[in-house]
């Protein structure tokens, strides 16, 4: 079991910045891989970057060059800076972890909320 708690959310003008927090209740070093998600209503949900436990990042096409995900290991902590912001990155931000090799078992944290105004 992997509990994740999210933080760092808020509203910020346009061109801001907002740095994201992720605290797992186990090493992220026995995870395989942790993720950044937003979720709009009506819309899917959206990858918007992971971090792999060798410390491996991907990111959406429409936040690279704007995001960075990091990892504390020492704070089982994933990090995500979020720089330039736009109005279209307002959304929930969600954590994502999932575990195990054969048998993966998915976890996700409750979401942080990000508004940001024009």
């Known amino acids: 079991q992997v509990q994740l708690v999210e933080s760092g959310g808020g509203l910020v003008q346009t061109g801001g910045s907002l740095r994201l927090s992720c605290v797992a209740s186990r090493s992220i070093l026995s995870i395989n891989a942790m993720r950044w998600y937003r979720q709009v209503p009506g819309k899917e949900r959206e990858l918007v970057a992971l971090?792999?436990?060798?410390?491996?990042?991907k990111y959406a096409d429409s936040v690279a060059g704007r995001f960075t995900i990091s990892a504390d290991n020492a704070k089982n902590t994933v990090y995500l800076q979020m720089d330039s912001l736009k109005p279209e990155d307002t959304a929930v931000y969600l954590c994502?972890?999932?575990?195990?090799?054969?048998?993966?078992?998915?976890?996700w944290g409750q979401g942080t909320q990000v508004t940001v105004s024009s």
């Open positions: 971090i792999t436990s060798g410390g491996s990042t």
């Open positions: 994502n972890a999932d575990t195990g090799l054969t048998f993966r078992s998915v976890y």
